[in-house]
């Protein structure tokens, strides 16, 4: 790992957040204490920042300096809010087309979509803050720069980001192997949020319950499922057909 990616030691890791870095996540030992701390601790709350407590052998793992319990990792983007992209976009005449990803983990699957989402021409991606793959620069190489081109929101979770698409006029397409209709039945012309699920479980039950419609790939092997960065791209580029484009 470059020494770019990560900044180190509790006094500069509170600047970081002060500052606005673009920061993924921050990682803390389990036995931080003091008044720094606090004051750390304190920051990561007012920010929303994501942070994990591990154990300081993983810190010493990451950097042998002098870390005080603390190290940030960067992110290469500055990540968005859906609260003030949505309405962007409509003000641009758009009918947009972002895709939500519930729970994705694998960073080379996260990269895959993100490069076939700016080809695309989808307008966002939606990621929850924790469980969940984010811009690394390990994601930003395998999409080859696509992530820098289309939008990333990070959101609180994934159940609440997609009420807030649906009460902004969105309709929810979950991509599904539950999927009563095939997904070239699906209506993808209007604003639309395509829900991809994690690579083991799938959407989330309690998502599944807020789509509107349910969208399935046809398998014709005898694997059950696709790999969800090709998933996402049959159901972007179905889009694209829809739409003429």
């Known amino acids: 790992?470059?020494?770019?990616?990560?900044?180190?030691?509790?006094?500069?890791?509170i600047e970081a957040i002060e500052s606005d870095k673009n920061i993924d996540k921050i990682l803390v030992s389990k036995d931080l204490s003091g008044e720094l701390a606090k004051e750390l601790f304190a920051k990561i709350k007012e920010y929303g920042?994501?942070?994990?407590?591990?154990?300081?052998?993983?810190?010493?793992?990451?950097?042998?300096?002098?870390?005080?319990?603390?190290?940030?990792?960067?992110?290469?983007?500055?990540y968005h809010s859906l609260e003030n992209l949505v309405p962007q976009l409509y003000e641009e005449g758009k009918s947009p087309v972002i895709i939500v990803l519930d729970g994705l983990t694998d960073t080379r699957n996260f990269g895959a979509i993100g490069r076939t989402a700016d080809c695309a021409g989808v307008d966002a991606i939606v990621i929850?803050?924790?469980?969940?793959?984010?811009?690394?620069?390990?994601?930003?190489?395998?999409?080859?720069?696509g992530l820098l081109y289309v939008p990333v929101c990070r959101e609180r979770d994934t159940l609440s980001a997609v009420r807030f698409l649906k009460d902004n006029g969105y309709k929810i397409v979950g991509a599904t192997e539950k999927g009563a209709r095939n997904y070239t039945e699906?209506?993808?012309?209007?604003?639309?949020?395509?829900?991809?699920?994690?690579?083991?479980?799938?959407?989330?039950d309690a998502?599944?319950?807020?789509?509107?419609?349910?969208?399935?790939i046809p398998i014709l092997g005898k694997i059950g499922s696709l790999n969800v960065s090709v998933a996402a791209g049959v159901m972007m580029y179905e889009t694209v057909r829809q739409r003429g484009l």
């Open 186 to 204: 699906v209506d993808y012309t209007v604003p639309v949020a395509i829900v991809m699920g994690c690579e083991e479980t799938g959407i989330s």
């Open 49 to 78: 920042v994501v942070s994990k407590k591990v154990p300081v052998e993983k810190l010493n793992r990451i950097t042998m300096k002098n870390h005080q319990g603390a190290i940030a990792f960067l992110t290469p983007v500055t």
């Open 1 to 13: 790992m470059e020494k770019t990616d990560y900044i180190y030691g509790l006094r500069a890791v």
């Open 128 to 145: 929850p803050r924790n469980g969940s793959v984010s811009v690394t620069p390990d994601a930003m190489k395998t999409s080859a720069g």
């Open 207 to 216: 998502v599944l319950r807020q789509c509107d419609d349910l969208a399935a």
